[in-house]
């Protein structure tokens, strides 16, 4: 036989062993340690024990590990992808090259036990098969990368198809909470002075150790929960319990009300200068509240216990002096009050912001312009002391300029309080034409003692204030608003001992007029005679109750007072 002859026989026969040996088992071998090795990528190996791939939470600034498939998802996919190529490359290099070709069967040693062969023609069939089996290594690993290349495409294809779908829950999720937002009129503002900035979402804090979460919601931590560093699943929806949990302003990092982001928020200033009663109206209004609630399908409370601590201290203020002491400090704080209508499901709510500022802060368009709350009104309460018109102080005879002075009148007239207001309102907003006004008459209980003037009760408020000089102010209103109303209001027979339960529900109609404006109807102001509604000086709704005199008012506190602690 000649020598080359032998040699394309050796080639032959390797190649078929190679060929048979790679088909008949080693590329099996093959693929299923390299699927097992990929599925070990994928998880801890002891069910329930925690992930060692996961050793703390995202390094950004949310306290929260990122969800499975924003991340992790990817890393294990590319981990088992690795996993599964790299003992490839260890089966073919080390064990069959190496151990079992190289070390074993080129020594005429078996394969797979490492025992030499007793005779020399087991030895030589041992070498001469060595190629085949090289052969058959090599052929193996080439088809199984092929193979798990494949595999990988098609498990690639698949993540993606998953991340697309949960990206869409996402936006979904999201689309859904700006569109309730939306239909319900939800729009969040901090209350605090200083800030009044909007925001879209709350800063919550983790109930388990105190961490600030500034992205919970639908998103790259999680669809439907994120899992807060401590290892506490925080939902991501209010539906889900969301507004359970303490929440921050994302600006100034102070406390907001658990309403924020479920409750549709109505602000509404108070405007008025100095001594014109407006901290006065609004401890009556506190207590008139209170007074519609026994009789109406009204619900009142604070909304925090910061707000009912400061609401309690009012009251208890007006009921030990007769007064209110006067506003202090920079731009207000709003208190904030829960206000419904109905119970359970059926419920309607708003978070109603009421600001009372100094009556100083609104005395120019310097000092008003930094009143940046302004620019989220949806009402306002003007607060009128006639007591300090010009016109009005000069029709006053001797006796009733006395009066009048004892009154404590504001600093300014009415007419000057709102021209200085009124065209930085619109500058701030932009809102003005579709806001409503209810302009609030203080200090009737001294008005209906005047002789020099008719009585606010005879008729309506805005007839009344026309007759007294006032009618440009009732004109302008009617103009710049979209609506106007009026009212005559005798806050300290609204409160303390003896308040007059009218009075007390009158004190409460111009800021449920209001919130009738934003959809919460009670369905009370409608129906009582204390004010007229309309383009102010348009015309008067016939069939108007007149207002009754008052008796003179009270000052010391007794039995009576109002529980302000329940609203």
């Given amino acids: 036989m000649s020598p080359e002859l032998g040699l394309q ?22 693929l299923g340690l390299a699927v097992q090795a990929a599925a070990s990528a994928f998880g801890p190996r002891t069910p329930g ?20 498939w924003a991340l992790q998802m990817w890393t294990d996919a590319a981990g088992a992808a690795r996993a599964a190529a790299e003992l490839v490359w260890y089966l073919l290099t080390r064990h069959w090259l190496d151990e079992m070709v190289r070390g074993r069967l080129l020594r005429g040693c078996s394969g797979y036990t490492g025992e030499e062969a007793e005779h020399w023609i087991g030895r030589l069939v041992l070498r001469l098969i060595a190629p085949g089996m090289a052969l058959a290594a090599v052929l193996s690993a080439l088809l199984s990368w092929v193979l798990l290349a494949g595999i990988a495409v098609a498990f690639a294809a698949q993540l993606v198809l998953v991340t697309a779908v949960v990206l869409a829950g996402v936006l979904a999720g999201r689309g859904a909470d700006r569109l309730g937002k939306l239909v319900r009129g939800i729009r969040m503002k901090c209350p605090y002075p200083g800030c009044y900035r909007p925001f879209p979402l709350a800063v919550y804090v983790c109930p388990g150790c105190g961490a600030a979460h500034r992205e919970l919601r639908a998103g790259r931590y999680g669809v439907v929960r994120h899992v807060c560093r401590c290892g506490r699943a925080l939902p991501t929806t209010a539906l889900a319990g969301r507004s359970g949990l303490a929440a921050r302003c994302p ?23 100095t001594s014109a009663g407006k901290t006065m109206l609004l401890a009556a209004v506190l207590d008139g509240l209170t007074a519609w609630s026994h009789r109406s399908r009204l619900t009142v409370d604070y909304a925090s216990p910061t707000d009912r601590r400061d609401g309690t201290t009012l009251g208890r203020q ?35 912001y009421v600001y009372d500022p100094m009556g100083e802060s609104l005395r120019d368009a310097d000092t008003t312009r930094r009143q940046q709350y302004l620019a989220h009104a949806d009402g306002v309460l003007l607060v009128t002391d006639v007591l300090a018109s010009p016109v009005v102080r000069r029709s006053l005879r001797a006796g009733d300029g006395q009066l009048a002075v004892a ?5 300014l007239g009415p007419v000057e309080t709102y021209a200085g207001f009124t065209g930085e309102l619109q500058g701030l907003g932009g809102r003005r034409r579709r806001l409503g006004v209810a302009a609030v008459v203080t200090k009737r209980d001294v008005l209906d003692r005047l002789d020099s003037l008719p009585r606010p009760g005879d008729g309506p408020v805005d007839a009344w204030l ?10 302008s209103l009617g103009h710049d608003f979209a609506a106007a109303r009026f009212w005559a209001v005798s ?26 404006r934003t959809g919460l109807r009670v369905g009370g102001p409608s ?25 003179r008012p009270r000052g010391s506190a007794g039995r009576g007072t109002p529980d302000r602690s329940s609203l």
């Avoid at 479920?262 to 405007?271: A, N």
């Avoid at 026309?466 to 004109?475: A, K, N, S, W, Y």
């Fill in 251 to 273: 600006h100034c990092d102070q406390g907001l009300p658990q309403a924020v982001g479920t409750t549709r928020v109505v602000h509404l200033p108070l405007v008025g200068g």
């Fill in 466 to 475: 026309e007759d007294i000089g006032l009618g440009d102010l009732v004109r």
């Fill in 527 to 551: 129906a009582r005679g204390g004010g007229n509604d309309g383009q102010a000086g348009a015309g008067r709704p016939p069939g108007r109750q007149r207002i009754p005199r008052l008796p």
């Fill in 9 to 30: 026989i050796l080639l032959y026969a390797s190649g078929a062993i190679g060929v048979l040996v790679c088909l008949g088992y080693a590329l099996w071998r093959f």
């Fill in 491 to 516: 806050a300290r027979a609204a409160t303390g001992a003896g308040a007059l339960e009218s009075e007390r529900l009158r004190a409460a109609e111009p800021v449920l007029w209001l919130l009738a």
């Fill in 407 to 411: 009154a404590r009148p504001a600093d």
């Fill in 318 to 352: 007006v009921d030990t002096t007769g007064w209110a002491l006067k506003t202090q400090g920079g731009q207000p704080r709003a208190l904030m009050l829960l206000v419904g209508k109905g119970r359970g499901r059926l419920r309607r709510q708003r978070l109603l």
């Fill in 49 to 68: 024990a925690p992930d060692p791939r996961i050793t703390a939470p995202h390094p950004g600034a949310e306290p929260a590990h990122l969800a499975y």
